[in-house]
């Protein structure tokens, strides 16, 4: 029954947003609060629920999409964003594009979780989509694909790293795993798949896409305009690495962690821009400042809607869904590889969030690995896979990928959900195969 009320929830949050043409951030709330009733959470229950459902996700997203969108707003204006795309088409060339801008994410991807990356990177994808002259799609598939692939396989990524903590699995073996899948799937996933995508027509939000073309004078360097946009990354990935390879009492150790942590690391990146970006080109501060406020403008819809998405999310888990698939399949006499990536495939449908997949999965596949003896290191893989399948609509990151593109939401199945599918699948396959090479 519960399933059968998900599904029922889901139908009417497409059929408000597609047909009723009602805005997305109504319907997920209205949604929420129906599914909230329908699935058994005690009425005084349902509006704490959703309010802490959208205020742990615009907590944890508000200041890093603010300030996201606000770097990346100053690295167009000033021409940053033009100098790097340019450097990347002369240096691959129009046709190979797709390629550099995967790199890019697939290594910016390592240090940052999805959403940080993606509102870093988004800037970047519109403005080399604009100068070679390629679809946005054809540009912006592969940037989020290469983020999502790190975000489920590879360490020092928070989420694999976590998930190898609880399989007490080696983590540089689980590195080495995940580099051997993650590759071929960043390539089919993205672009390879954006291919398919060429005749839908995005309609970015106004003012996400620069209408100015810069002189070479007038742009920054591309040492500057690089390393200027790297910073939360260097920040960040520090930070992973501090965590991994110091002891928690030292000093460095409390000072990587304090300028590495997500929030602060935008801050950091941000009050540099002010210089590198706006300062150092000639521009008065009350000038920067009115670029911020139009970043902080043109994403605000955008926050509320991914909030109302992780209000969703809670809902979801705090009725006892997640749970409740559960402890459908514990008892299966499936493989503990597959049994794994198939626990966080449904937990990641019904919830949501990837996050909570993974580590609801872990916690239930743990104690399997002791019994059947299964490689950890695998399993954490195995995990990661099945925790990104679809990205249903009750998953903050739809309503990023769906709004920050303009697309419909028929058109955000078609591509984001597809291409976190393809992920996932290939994820398994190569952890089987690789399985069956490893032992």
């Not at 000033?78 to 691959?92: H, W």
Request: some cysteine.
């Amino acid at each position: 029954m519960p399933l059968f009320i998900l599904a029922a929830g889901i139908l009417l949050l497409f059929f408000l947003i597609v047909k009723v043409k009602l805005n997305s951030f109504l319907s997920l709330l209205l949604v929420a609060g129906i599914l909230a009733f329908c699935e058994g959470l005690p009425i005084n229950n349902i509006v704490p629920t959703i309010e802490k459902g959208l205020g742990a996700t615009l907590g944890g997203l508000a200041i890093v999409v603010s300030f996201g969108a606000m770097l990346g707003k100053l690295l167009e204006e000033s021409g940053g964003a033009q100098r790097i795309a340019t450097t990347l088409i002369r240096v691959f060339g129009k046709k190979n594009v797709k390629w550099a801008v995967s790199l890019t994410g697939f290594i910016v991807g390592i240090a940052l979780f999805y959403e940080i990356g993606f509102v870093l990177l988004i800037p970047l994808v519109f403005t080399v989509a604009a100068a070679a002259g390629v679809p946005l799609l054809e540009v912006g598939i592969p940037m989020a694909a290469a983020l999502s692939v790190t975000h489920g396989f590879l360490p020092p990524h928070p989420a694999p790293t976590a998930i190898s903590v609880i399989y007490h699995a080696d983590i540089g073996t689980t590195l080495l795993y995940g580099a051997l899948i993650a590759i071929p799937t960043a390539i089919v996933a993205g672009p390879l798949f954006c291919t398919t995508a060429k005749h839908i027509q995005p309609h970015p939000p106004e003012g996400m896409m620069s209408k100015k073309t810069f002189s070479d004078d007038e742009m920054p360097s591309f040492g500057t305009s690089v390393a200027t946009a790297l910073v939360p990354v260097v920040l960040m990935a520090a930070s992973a690495i501090a965590k991994l390879v110091l002891a928690p009492d030292t000093a460095a150790y409390h000072i990587l962690t304090f300028f590495g942590a997500p929030d602060m690391a935008l801050t950091v990146s941000v009050a540099i821009a002010f210089y590198t970006f706006g300062v150092a080109r000639g521009r008065s501060l009350a000038d920067v400042m009115k670029t911020v406020e139009t970043a902080v403008k043109t994403i605000a819809m955008i926050l509320l809607i991914v909030g109302a998405g992780g209000a969703l999310k809670q809902v979801l888990i705090d009725s006892g869904v997640g749970t409740y698939i559960a402890t459908l399949v514990e008892g299966s006499d499936l493989s503990p590889l597959v049994l794994a990536w198939l626990v966080a495939a449904v937990i990641r449908t019904a919830c949501g969030s990837a996050t909570v997949a993974a580590m609801t999965s872990a916690g239930i596949a743990a104690p399997i690995i002791a019994v059947t003896g299964a490689n950890a290191e695998l399993m954490v893989l195995a995990t990661g896979a099945g925790s990104l399948i679809f990205s249903p609509p009750n998953d903050p990151g739809f309503w990023l990928f769906k709004e920050f593109f303009g697309i419909t939401v028929k058109e955000t199945v078609r591509t984001w959900c597809a291409l976190e599918t393809i992920i996932a699948v290939m994820g398994l396959i190569g952890v089987l195969a690789l399985n069956a090479v490893v032992g």
